[in-house]
C-alpha cells in the first residue's frame, strides 16, 4: 500500500468511474484499474462494487474511506509547506502588470498559475505602463509585466524583453482622421488624443501628448473607449485592439508613426532570483505575443 494508490482510491470512490478519475489525475485507465486492484490486493478486501455505470464503495471502502482521505490530504499539506520554506518557491508574490493584453488572457495566466504552483499566492494590481519600473524600484511589487516605454539605463532595474509588442496609432472608423490617404503631423496634433499618464514622476518622452488637445488615463482599455466614443486617437498595443479591427470598428490611421513596436517585459530589481511562477508565467507571456 503507497500514497498514490490511496489517492487514486479516493479519486475513483469522489467520481465514481476510473475513467472521470484518470481524466482528474491526468493518467490512464489501465494505470488507475490495477493500481486499486493492487491495493484490493494487499489489504484482501473488496473497495468498490458496480452499481450501473458507476462504481460505488462497498462496505470495506466505505469504512477505510476517511482514514485515506486524511493520510492524502495530509500528505499535500507536508508537501505544500516544504515548498513554502524551499529556496525554490515564494510563498507570496506581488506583481503588477499593464493591460496590454485583453484581461480575460491575463486572467486565464493567473489561474492556470495558481492550479500550477498551489504553494504560492500571488497578487496581481493593474498599473500604467509608465509606472511599472517605478513600482520594482520601490519595492512596492516584487515583478511587474508590460510594455517598456523608459529605454533609460537603469541600475534599479532589470528588464527582461519577453517578445515585440506592435503599438499602433488608431481612431474610430467613422473619424475625419480614418478617411485620409496620408495624416500630416499637423492633422494629428489637431485632433483630440486619447494618452497614457503614470505617476512616476520621472519625465518620460515617450508617454507625452502629440496633440494639442488630449485626456489621459493610466489604462489602454479607458484609453479605448475614449478612442471608440469620443471622436479621439491614440496608440494602443495590437494584442488589446485586434478583434476592434477585425469587426472595422477601429482603423489604423495612416501617419509616419502609426505603426511602431517595443519590447514587451519582466521588471524585476537587480539580483532578485525569478522564482519558479514567475518564471513560468514569463514562457506562457512568450508564446502569447508570439502570436503576433
Not at 491526468?26 to 494487499?42: D, F, H
Not at 494629428?188 to 503614470?198: G, I, K, P
Request: proline letters at 3%; charged letters at 20%.
Amino acid at each position: 500500500m503507497n500514497l498514490k494508490q490511496l489517492e487514486i482510491f479516493c479519486a475513483v470512490a469522489d467520481t465514481g468511474s476510473v475513467t472521470a478519475a484518470a481524466k482528474q489525475l491526468n493518467s490512464n485507465r489501465t494505470q488507475l484499474s490495477m493500481a486499486i486492484k493492487a491495493l484490493e490486493s494487499n489489504l484482501q478486501a473488496t473497495l468498490f462494487v458496480r452499481s450501473g455505470n458507476s462504481l460505488v464503495l462497498s462496505e470495506v471502502g466505505k469504512s477505510i474511506y476517511k482514514d485515506c482521505e486524511s493520510v492524502v490530504s495530509t500528505c499535500e499539506r507536508i508537501k505544500q509547506t516544504c515548498e513554502q520554506t524551499s529556496e525554490k518557491f515564494r510563498s507570496e508574490i506581488w506583481l503588477a502588470r499593464d493591460d496590454s493584453f485583453p484581461d480575460e488572457v491575463w486572467q486565464d495566466f493567473i489561474h492556470q498559475l495558481n492550479n500550477h504552483f498551489k504553494a504560492t499566492t500571488v497578487n496581481t494590481v493593474l498599473a500604467s505602463s509608465g509606472d511599472l519600473a517605478n513600482l520594482v524600484n520601490t519595492k512596492q511589487v516584487d515583478f511587474a509585466f508590460g510594455v517598456d516605454f523608459e529605454r533609460v539605463d537603469d541600475a534599479n532595474t532589470d528588464y527582461l524583453p519577453l517578445g515585440r509588442i506592435r503599438m499602433m496609432s488608431v481612431c474610430e472608423h467613422t473619424h475625419p482622421l480614418a478617411s485620409l490617404r496620408r495624416v500630416s503631423d499637423i492633422q494629428l496634433r489637431e485632433s483630440m488624443q486619447a494618452v497614457m499618464v503614470y505617476l512616476n514622476d520621472k519625465d518620460n518622452p515617450e508617454l507625452q501628448p502629440f496633440s494639442l488637445t488630449h485626456i489621459g488615463f493610466t489604462s489602454f482599455e479607458y484609453m479605448l473607449n475614449t478612442i471608440l466614443s469620443e471622436k479621439a486617437w491614440g496608440v494602443l498595443p495590437e494584442p488589446l485592439i485586434r478583434q476592434h479591427l477585425r469587426q472595422q470598428q477601429l482603423a489604423v490611421i495612416k501617419h509616419t508613426y502609426g505603426l511602431t513596436h517595443q519590447d514587451y517585459c519582466l521588471f524585476s530589481a537587480p539580483g532578485n532570483a525569478i522564482p519558479a511562477p514567475i518564471s513560468w508565467l514569463s514562457d506562457q507571456v512568450s508564446d502569447y505575443l508570439f502570436k503576433f
